[in-house]
T-cell receptor, first 112, second 113 residues
């Protein structure tokens, strides 16, 4: 699977939007972009995924660059509960989605 | 609906012993994956099961094994425990092999002394 690059850490203020970047310059045409997050002392939690078009769900939005070499997870209004490690993961289409390859992720801190 | 259940939540074992961890997936989910999380190596994939068959295996020694039962419940076993096996072991459940959403349990914290 292609590699992703994320900043080690980011800070945000409560109730402000947060843009978490992910670079994946070697992404293949059939790779899906997934985002998971892990709150302290919990297992990872699925956030969102996409292939080419921007995606929205109740938790976040995913903006995918036109060339697909980068993407951005957008939290529209950060809350203290959003403080977590965010992982950007690529998975190929058609194969099993079972073996997620986690990198180090971005640790998001949210200040009140 | 109920989430992924892992038992026990905490475990302390001695070097050389073996341990069995259990995972009950979300009802209706047929696939289970296991991960090991340590401060040094982060989250690493162990194995994936679907319909009682191991479909994928990560880069772990043969001391790590698992199985899945007909009701989709899964167990993983670690034999001849080493200090380095101390970790959080996470189980993830998903509907089938092409599902994009994996649901993780709270994990089992294993400490080897």
């Amino acid at each position: 699977d292609a590699k992703t690059t994320q900043p080690n850490s980011m800070e945000s203020n409560e109730e402000e939007p947060v843009h978490l970047p992910c670079n994946h310059s070697t992404i293949s045409g059939t790779d899906y972009i997934h985002w998971y997050r892990q709150l302290p002392s919990q297992g990872p939690e699925y956030v969102i995924h996409g292939l080419t078009s921007n995606v929205n769900n109740r938790m976040a939005s995913l903006a995918i660059a036109e060339d697909r070499k980068s993407s951005t997870l957008i939290l529209h209004r950060a809350t203290l509960r959003d403080a977590a490690v965010y992982y950007c993961i690529l998975r190929g289409y058609g194969g099993s989605q079972g073996n997620l390859i986690f990198g180090k992720g971005t640790k998001l801190s949210v200040k009140p | 609906k109920a989430g992924v259940t892992q038992t026990p939540r905490y475990l302390i074992k001695t070097r050389g012993q073996q341990v069995t961890l259990s995972c009950s997936p979300i009802s209706g989910h047929r696939s289970v994956s296991w991960y090991q999380q340590t401060p040094g190596q982060g989250l690493q994939f162990l194995f994936e099961y679907f319909s009682e068959t191991q479909r994928n295996k990560g880069n772990f020694p043969g001391r790590f094994s698992g199985r899945q039962f007909s009701n989709s419940r899964s167990e993983m076993n670690v034999s001849t425990l080493e200090l380095g096996d101390s970790a959080l072991y996470l189980c993830a459940s998903f509907r089938d092999r092409v599902s994009h959403e994996q649901y993780f349990g709270p994990g089992t914290r294993l400490t080897v002394t």
